[in-house]
């Protein structure tokens, strides 16, 4: 496998980071619906959703066919749908309800169930889309392919609810798993695993603020090795990685 390209865009400001990151999405989403006739695209909860504001706005919002979207979420906090805790909820009232995407093309996870079944149940059903063709599969690792992952980063370095210290990070086989003491709020969670997030065909990591600046420089700084690798380390995927920082989350470089 060709090891995959990066780019890193420093911006001034969050401001900055927003308007670029619409300009990178919008390009994507022709790209791949030309290729494909689809465009699937892995949500992250946190700041993230109010970073995607800009793509609501012209010149893409009206230029982007959203009916060719698929939306999927990087991890999920087993709660309601309602719950102020969920980011189906987060992501629905800041982004999902202002664009045209149907809704039979929106996959939250199922109510009602234990954060191992709910984690079965959404593997299950990426599995079903890969069989029917909904979903690409990666012809080197076998995991499904989305076009695009949007990855946000806690201070501490945790990408989806994959954090220091807990096993998760280290699943193998898994597509989907489950963390029931979450370090961070709320405890029970489901997260994408490693080989499933490195399948994807493009990655964007998007990081603001002075919080996120050691875990940055510790993934991009010239000393990088000498840590121990934090979660976002192991975010390598298949095709391009695109960080979008702002000047405080890269005041460490
Ligand atoms: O708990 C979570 O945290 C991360 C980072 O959130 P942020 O607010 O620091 O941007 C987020 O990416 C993840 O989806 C979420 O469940």
Redesign the pocket.
């Known amino acids: 496998m060709a090891p995959h390209t990066t780019t890193i865009h420093k911006l001034k400001s969050e401001e900055q980071v927003a308007i670029a990151l619409a300009a990178h999405i919008y390009h994507l989403s022709n790209k791949f619906i030309a290729a494909n006739g689809s465009f699937s695209v892995v949500l992250?909860?946190?700041?993230?959703i109010d970073t995607l504001r800009k793509i609501l706005e012209a010149p893409y919002f009206g230029a982007i066919d959203w009916s060719k979207w698929l939306i999927f979420f990087?991890?999920e906090?087993v709660v309601p749908l309602d719950h102020p805790d969920s980011?189906y909820k987060l992501a629905y009232d800041g982004f999902l309800s202002k664009v045209p995407i149907p809704e039979c093309n929106i996959y939250p996870i199922k109510e009602k169930l234990s954060p191992e079944e709910a984690a079965d149940e959404y593997e299950q059903r990426l599995k079903h889309l890969v069989a029917n063709g909904t979903l690409k599969t990666s012809p080197t690792t076998g995991f499904a392919k989305f076009d695009l992952m949007l990855?946000?980063?806690?201070?501490e370095g945790?990408?989806?609810?994959l954090f220091c210290w807990h096993f998760q990070r280290f699943e193998k086989e898994k597509w989907v798993t489950f963390i029931t003491d979450s370090p961070?709020p709320p405890p029970p969670?489901i997260t994408f695993t490693f080989p499933l997030i490195n399948s994807a065909d493009e990655i964007a990591m998007v990081v603001t603020g002075e919080d996120a600046a050691d875990a940055v420089k510790v993934a991009l700084g010239k000393h990088a090795a000498d840590y121990y690798p934090l979660p976002v380390q192991k975010v390598s995927p298949e095709g391009g990685l695109t960080w979008f920082l702002d000047e405080e989350a890269a005041s460490g470089l």
Do not use: F, I
């Open positions: 992250s909860g946190g700041t993230l990087l991890d906090r980011n990855v946000g980063m806690g201070p945790h990408v989806a609810s961070k969670r």
